[in-house]
């Protein structure tokens, strides 16, 4: 019988991606929260880490992609794809209310198959412009900025990080094989929107896999029932708390 392929055999490592949901300004301050979360329980683990995209307008960070080399991270990672919600009160709040705001985290695969994968060029619609973060002058004045439409599929990404519009367009190329991999592996479930509401939600304060209450200080999981009163300790890193129950858990 020919063994049905899998997923983690060839994988490399993975892309967390972290995207502004509800919540404005108090929603970019919550994927900093995250990333540096994701990072720290990657230092944890000894695992090689990069950002190696940051969107930002405003002043305020509305999209992050995080880069973990280790073919451990997307089996351990994958339980992170869903809506995060965080309940705390402001800095900013001088009458003590609640705010309640939301990210998107995506956890995509880097495998074998997608980095040595060619897209067709006839494919893409790749468009240039001025970078809208930090990077000095050279990064602001020129268009260095990528942003790359995969016309197929309508996947967008965009790459702003480098100073060189070459390594932005790499690297971008190089997110978009992995997303192009992942909807490859999932058609089915893409095309009876499982997969998109598992991996990407819609940002709603309603579609949420995990809440974050600052107030209280706990964290729940809400696709397992999992309360934890240590959100201090899991936004240091220590997310093994969380994820040792996900891993062992059928849902």
């Known amino acids: 019988m020919k063994k049905e392929k899998n997923i983690n055999d060839n994988i490399l490592g993975c892309l967390i991606e972290i995207k502004s949901g509800t919540g404005g300004y108090e929603s970019s301050l919550f994927i900093k929260d995250l990333l540096k979360m994701y990072i720290k329980y990657s230092n944890k683990k000894m695992w090689d880490t990069e950002i190696i995209n940051r969107n930002i307008e405003n002043k305020e960070c509305k999209n992050v ?3 973990i080399n280790n073919n451990e991270s997307y089996n351990l990672l994958k339980f992170e794809s869903g809506g995060h919600r965080v309940q705390r009160i402001p800095k900013t ?7 309640t ?3 998107i985290v995506a956890v995509i695969p880097i495998t074998n198959e997608e980095k040595n994968k ?10 240039t412009f001025k970078s809208s ?3 000095g002058q050279h990064v602001n004045t020129t268009d260095s900025a990528v942003r790359i439409t995969h016309i197929p599929t309508k996947l967008v990404v965009e790459c702003q990080d480098e100073r060189s519009q070459h390594k932005n367009k790499e ?3 190089s997110i978009l094989k992995c997303k192009l991999y992942i909807l490859k592996e999932n058609q089915k479930k893409i095309e009876n929107n499982l997969l998109k509401k598992k991996l990407l939600g819609s940002g709603n304060r309603s579609d ?6 600052f107030i209280n200080n706990r964290v729940t999981d809400h696709r397992i029932f999992l309360n934890i009163n240590k959100l201090k300790e899991i936004l240091n890193g220590n997310l093994d708390l969380i994820i040792s129950k996900l891993s062992s858990y059928k849902y």
């Open 65 to 67: 992609i995080l880069k």
């Open 93 to 99: 709040e001088s009458q003590g209310r609640i705010h």
């Open 101 to 103: 705001s939301t990210c």
């Open 118 to 127: 060619n897209i067709n060029l006839n494919d893409l619609k790749i468009d």
């Open 133 to 135: 973060g930090s990077g």
């Open 171 to 173: 690297k971008a190329l």
């Open 208 to 213: 949420r896999i995990r809440t974050y209450n």
